[in-house]
C-alpha cells in the first residue's frame, strides 16, 4: 500500500516535470511555435499505446498457451489502456495539424493504420461484451487479440505502400530531420513519463480485473455451498468451520 | 483421417447442403447487385471515373456481401448442435474450419463469377485480354476473405448480435486486402493493363499469414 | 494438427471421472463428481433436471474439459482426458465413443441416407453403401432413405438420431434421455437394440428421468443431485431399489 503511494507520487510528480519541460523549458519550434508543444505528449501517447497493445499481445498468446486467467486479466487491461492511449493520440493529432497544417485529418498511411487500429481494438472490447461464459470470453477474445495484431503491421505495410503524406519523422527520419539536443532531451522526459503514467493504469486496471474474478470466485463458492451472501456468518460460530 | 481427406468430407457436405437450396448464394448475389447500383446513385462516373473508381466499387461490394455470407457457415451448424457431431468425430478442428473455408471460397467466386460480367456491364469496363489476370487477383483476394470471414464465423457464433459483430470484427481486418486488391484490380483495369506485382504478393502474404493464424489458433475456436 | 490416429478397436472400455468440476462462468454444472464406471456397465443416471447429467455425458463425449479435475478412459489405450493448454499430442478415443444426446445432431436439409453416409465417411467406416443401407432397415427407416431429415417426424428422427451415434459400433454409449419422442415401435427397436450391445460387452450410460423398459437393462444406478453424486449403487451393487424408489418420485 505504502509503496503504492510513493511510485504513484514519485510519478505525479515526473508528469509535473515533464509538463513544465514541455511547455516551459524546451525551445520554441521555428516555424510551429507554440503549438508545436503538443508534440512531446503526441508521440509520447503513440509509444504508450504500442507498449500497451503489445502487452495484451503477449498475455493473449500467454493465456492460450497456459489457461491461466491472470494472463486474460492483464490481456483486457492492455487493450483498455491501449485504446486510451490511441484515442488521445487520435485527438491530439488533429489539434496539431489543424493550425499546421490547415487540415484536421489525412488519409496517409500512419493516421490510417492508426484509425485501423483502434477500430480493431474497439472491437475486441465489444466482443468480450457480447459473449457471455467467462471462459470462452478470454480464449475467443485471446484469439481475436492474436488476428488484431498481426494485422497491424500488415495495415500499416498496405498504407505505406499506397501513400505517404505524413512529415517525415522528427528522430528517425532521412536527412535533414534530427532534433534540437534539448527538443531531444525533453521529448525522451516525456516519453518516460507517459509511459510511466501508462504503466502504473495498466498495472492498476490489472489488480481491478483480478479482484473482481476474485469477487466471482467468491460469489461462486457462497453459492455452491448454499449460503446467503448477505448474512454474516463470522457471527455464528456454529457455521464456521466447513459448513455444508 | 488426414486433414485433407476430413476437410474433403466436411467441404462436400457444405456443398451439398448449400445447392440444395441455393438460398445463401442467391442472396449474396443479389446483395452485391443491390451494393454496386446503390453506389451508381452516389456518381455518375464517365470512363475515366469507372476505371479510377470501379475496382474500389467493386471490392466493397464483395467485401460487405462476404461478411453477411460467411456468418451462417459457423452459425447454422448451432441448428441441431450438428456441430457437436463434426466435434467429436475423429477428425482434426482444423478439418471442420478448412473445409468451410474451402466451402465458401467456393461459394464467394461463384458469386464473384456472376457479378464481374455485370459489374463490367453496368460501368462500361472491358475485360477483353485481362480476364486471367483478373482470375488471379480474385482468387487471392477471395482466398483472404473467406479465410477471415470463416474464422470469425466461428468466434461470432458464441456472441450475441452475431449478425452485427461479424462485419464489425472483419471489415477492419480486411482493410489490408482491401487495398491490395483494389490496387492490382485497377491497375488490370488501367489504360495499359499490368499486373502488379507488390500488391499480387501482399495479397498472397496476407493470405498466408492468416491462413496460418488460423491453423494454429482453430482448437480455441472451436472447443468449449 | 496431428491427425487422430485410429488405433485397433478396443473391445472394452470404461470411464473414471476424477473429481469433475465443471463451470459456465457462474454457474456450477458439475461439482466435484467422482465416478468410476468400469468396462461393460450399463449405468443409469438419474436425477432431476439441472442436475448435471447432460454435462457429465457431454464431458465423456470429449465435446467439453472439465474446469477442474480430469476424466480418463481406461481398459483401452492408456489415455488421459485433461485441460491440455499446450499443442501435444493427445490420443482421445472419439472413434469408440457414441452420443446421443438432446438434439438430434442431424443435418436437417440432408436426407437419412446422406447423414448416415457423411459420418460413415468421418469415422472411415468400409462399405459405406452397405453399412448405411443396413443401419437404415434396422431402425425401420430404409423407406425414408431418400427423404429429407426435415420431413420427418419427431419419432423418425430419434430413431435416425440413434443410428448415427451407434453407426461406427462404439464400445461407449452414452445416452442423454434416448427414448424422448420414440414411439411404442421405436421404443422396443431401441430396447432390442441396447440389449444386443449390452451383451455384446459396451459401455453405456444412460441418463433419463422417465420410466423405460431400457432401465430393466441397468446393471447400476447412480443419482446426481445439485452437480454432486447423490447416490450410487455401485459396480456390485443391485441398481433397483434406486430405480424403483425414482420411478415412484416421476
Not at chain 1, 507554440?34 to 504508450?48: D, G, L, P, T
Not at chain 1, 500467454?62 to 484515442?87: I, N, P
Not at chain 2, 480486411?174 to 484490380?185: D, K, M, R
Not at chain 3, 448435471?52 to 480430469?70: D, I, V, Y
Amino acid at each position: 500500500m505504502k509503496a503504492r503511494f510513493t511510485i504513484t507520487a514519485l510519478v505525479a510528480l515526473l508528469i509535473f516535470c515533464a509538463g513544465y519541460a514541455a511547455l516551459f523549458i524546451a525551445p520554441d519550434e521555428a516555424t510551429m511555435h507554440a503549438i508545436q508543444r503538443i508534440f512531446y505528449f503526441h508521440v509520447a501517447s503513440w509509444n504508450a499505446m504500442f507498449c500497451a497493445f503489445f502487452v495484451a499481445f503477449y498475455a493473449s498468446v500467454a493465456y492460450l498457451v497456459t489457461g491461466k486467467r491472470k494472463w486474460d486479466a492483464l490481456g483486457v487491461s492492455g487493450v483498455e489502456v491501449g485504446v486510451t492511449c490511441c484515442t488521445i493520440g487520435l485527438i491530439t493529432g488533429p489539434l496539431w495539424a489543424r493550425p499546421v497544417w490547415g487540415i484536421w485529418w489525412t488519409w496517409d498511411a500512419k493516421l490510417t493504420s492508426t484509425f485501423i487500429l483502434w477500430l480493431l481494438f474497439i472491437a475486441y472490447l465489444l466482443l468480450r461484451g457480447l459473449v457471455e461464459d467467462p471462459e470462452k470470453k478470454a480464449s475467443l477474445s485471446a484469439v481475436f487479440a492474436i488476428f488484431a495484431s498481426l494485422d497491424i503491421p500488415l495495415v500499416y505495410l498496405a498504407n505505406r505502400l499506397w501513400r505517404t503524406q505524413h512529415p517525415q519523422p522528427v528522430i528517425a527520419g532521412g536527412d535533414g530531420s534530427g532534433l534540437d539536443p534539448t527538443m531531444s532531451k525533453v521529448l525522451l522526459l516525456c516519453l518516460f513519463a507517459i509511459f510511466c503514467v501508462m504503466i502504473l493504469v495498466l498495472v492498476d486496471r490489472y489488480r481491478l480485473e483480478l479482484l473482481r474474478n476474485e469477487a466471482a470466485e467468491l460469489r461462486y463458492e457462497i453459492e455452491s455451498r448454499g449460503l446467503d451472501a448477505t448474512t454474516d456468518y463470522a457471527a455464528t460460530p456454529a457455521l464456521q468451520k466447513g459448513a455444508q | 483421417m488426414t486433414t485433407a481427406k476430413a476437410a474433403a468430407i466436411i467441404l462436400a457436405k457444405e456443398l451439398r447442403l448449400e445447392f440444395r437450396t441455393r438460398e445463401l448464394l442467391t442472396a449474396t448475389v443479389i446483395f452485391a447487385l443491390v451494393v454496386v447500383v446503390l453506389f451508381s446513385f452516389a456518381f455518375d462516373p464517365t470512363a475515366a471515373e469507372s476505371r479510377r473508381y470501379g475496382p474500389g466499387l467493386l471490392w466493397i461490394a464483395f467485401l460487405f456481401a462476404g461478411s453477411l455470407m460467411l456468418n451462417p457457415s459457423f452459425a447454422r451448424e448451432q441448428n441441431n448442435e450438428t456441430l457437436d457431431a463434426l466435434r467429436m468425430a475423429p477428425i482434426s478442428s482444423f478439418a471442420i474450419l478448412l473445409g468451410k473455408i474451402l466451402a465458401n471460397f467456393i461459394f464467394m467466386s461463384l458469386a464473384e463469377l456472376v457479378l464481374v460480367p455485370i459489374f463490367a456491364v453496368l460501368y462500361n469496363l472491358s475485360l477483353a485480354g485481362i480476364v486471367w489476370r483478373l482470375i488471379l487477383v480474385l482468387v487471392l483476394g477471395t482466398l483472404g476473405l473467406t479465410v477471415t470471414g470463416t474464422v470469425f464465423s466461428a468466434i461470432s457464433a458464441h456472441a450475441r448480435m452475431r449478425e452485427l459483430l461479424l462485419p464489425l470484427l472483419v471489415l477492419p481486418l480486411l482493410t489490408p486486402l482491401l487495398i491490395a486488391a483494389v490496387e492490382s484490380t485497377a491497375s488490370l483495369f488501367a489504360e495499359q493493363p499490368a499486373l502488379d506485382r507488390t500488391w499480387l504478393a501482399f495479397l498472397a502474404g496476407f493470405d498466408i499469414v492468416f491462413l496460418t493464424a488460423s491453423w494454429l489458433l482453430c482448437d480455441h475456436l472451436l472447443e468449449e | 494438427m496431428p491427425a487422430t490416429q485410429t488405433p485397433a478397436i478396443p473391445a472394452r472400455i470404461g470411464i473414471l471421472f476424477d473429481n469433475v468440476e465443471k463451470r459456465f462462468g457462474s454457474l456450477a454444472a458439475l461439482r466435484g463428481v467422482s465416478l468410476d464406471i468400469t468396462a461393460g456397465e450399463f449405468v443409469a443416471l438419474l436425477g432431476p433436471n439441472g442436475a448435471g447429467k447432460t454435462t457429465l455425458l457431454r464431458m465423456a463425449a470429449l465435446l467439453m474439459n472439465p474446469t477442474r479435475g480430469s476424466v480418463h478412459f481406461t481398459n483401452g489405450p492408456a489415455i488421459v482426458s485433461d485441460r491440455v493448454r499446450t499443442q501435444a499430442f493427445v490420443v482421445r478415443p472419439k472413434h469408440v465413443i457414441g452420443l446421443v444426446g438432446h438434439s438430434t445432431l442431424l443435418y436437417d436439409e440432408l436426407t437419412a441416407a446422406e447423414n448416415l453416409a457423411l459420418f460413415a465417411r468421418l469415422y472411415a467406416l468400409d462399405n459405406i453403401a452397405d453399412t448405411v443401407a443396413t443401419a437404415l432397415e434396422d431402425c425401420g427407416l430404409a423407406t425414408r432413405a431418400g427423404s429429407l431429415v426435415r420431413t420427418f417426424s419427431r419419432g423418425m428422427r430419434q430413431r435416425l438420431a440413434i443410428s448415427r451415434a451407434l453407426l461406427h459400433q462404439p464400445s461407449l454409449i452414452l445416452l442423454d434421455e434416448p427414448a424422448a419422442g420414440l414411439d411404442r415401435q421405436g421404443l422396443a427397436w431401441f430396447s432390442t437394440r441396447l440389449a444386443r450391445l449390452k451383451q455384446e460387452g459396451c459401455t453405456v450410460l444412460m441418463s433419463t428421468h422417465a420410466r423405460n423398459e431400457s432401465l430393466d437393462l441397468a446393471t447400476r444406478a447412480v443419482a446426481l443431485a445439485g452437480g454432486r453424486v447423490d447416490n450410487d449403487s455401485g459396480t456390485t451393487g443391485d441398481p433397483r431399489a434406486l430405480l424403483a424408489a425414482l420411478r415412484a418420485e416421476q
